[in-house]
């Protein structure tokens, strides 16, 4: 069980506007930046967001984050057939012992 | 251009000692701020953090498998080495390193390596 928790799936039609929420505490995305990772199918996973609302380059501006007290929140628009993944937010948490945590990951399916 | 390739063997019995290499290139670990994690992710389950040395040798690891894991560095061969002892069959998993700033995110990853524990 994580101590980050998302929606195991969610799903909209091509073209829509998808958000996937990111839950934690006040030791771990209260105080830390979340970050956030898509995984394709088979293949690794993949900085979509940092520093709770930073794109890296060459990433659309289809994809946004934000936080707000100790959740966080993803958002897609115009979504496509190939936005279909996991996607899985990530923080640090320091309760009792520094340690990196990562959500339990959302399935996102494009119907 | 970054880049991270996990190596080490795909199957280890129970019991035995897991050594996993990642060698990278396009950053130094000797720069400041820079780190090394590695996560995995079992077939069909969620990703989980296991451990991070940054440039200073500060380590860092999951609370929950410390007493089996190591992390290491070999500045001068663009390596990072990660064992973990004593495997059990719920250890089996795809195992990732990636590349990280000051450990606020993972920007880089590796393709990972599928490592299955049987007898």
């Known amino acids: 069980q994580s101590v980050l928790t998302q929606p195991p799936s969610v799903s909209a039609a091509p073209g829509q506007k998808v958000t996937i929420s990111c839950s934690g505490s006040?030791?771990?995305?209260?105080?830390?930046?979340v970050s956030w990772y898509q995984q394709l199918p088979g293949t690794a996973p993949k900085l979509l967001i940092y520093?709770?609302?930073k794109r890296p380059s060459g990433i659309p501006d289809r994809f946004s984050g934000s936080k707000s007290g100790t959740s966080a929140t993803l958002g897609i628009t115009g979504l496509q057939t190939g936005d279909e993944a996991d996607y899985y937010c990530?923080?640090?948490?320091?309760?009792?012992?520094?340690?990196?945590?990562f959500g339990g990951g959302t399935k996102l399916t494009v119907l | 251009q970054i880049t991270l390739k996990e190596s080490g063997p795909t199957l280890v019995k129970p019991t035995q000692t897991l050594t996993l290499t990642c060698t990278f290139s396009g950053f130094s670990l000797s720069t400041s701020g820079v780190g090394v994690g590695w996560i995995r992710q079992p077939p069909g389950k969620a990703l989980e953090w296991l451990a991070l040395?940054?440039?200073?040798?500060?380590?860092r690891y999951s609370p929950s498998l410390k007493s089996r894991l190591t992390i290491t560095k070999d500045t001068s061969k663009n390596q990072v080495v990660l064992t973990m002892t004593n495997m059990d069959p719920v250890d089996t998993a795809t195992y990732y390193c990636?590349?990280?700033?000051?450990?606020?995110?993972?920007?880089?990853w590796g393709q990972g390596t599928l490592v299955t524990v049987s007898s």
């Open positions: 006040s030791s771990n995305i209260g105080n830390n930046y």
């Open positions: 990530g923080t640090w948490d320091s309760s009792l012992s520094d340690l990196w945590v």
């Open positions: 040395i940054y440039w200073n040798d500060d380590k």
């Open positions: 990636a590349h990280t700033q000051f450990g606020w995110y993972f920007d880089y």
């Open positions: 520093d709770n609302n």
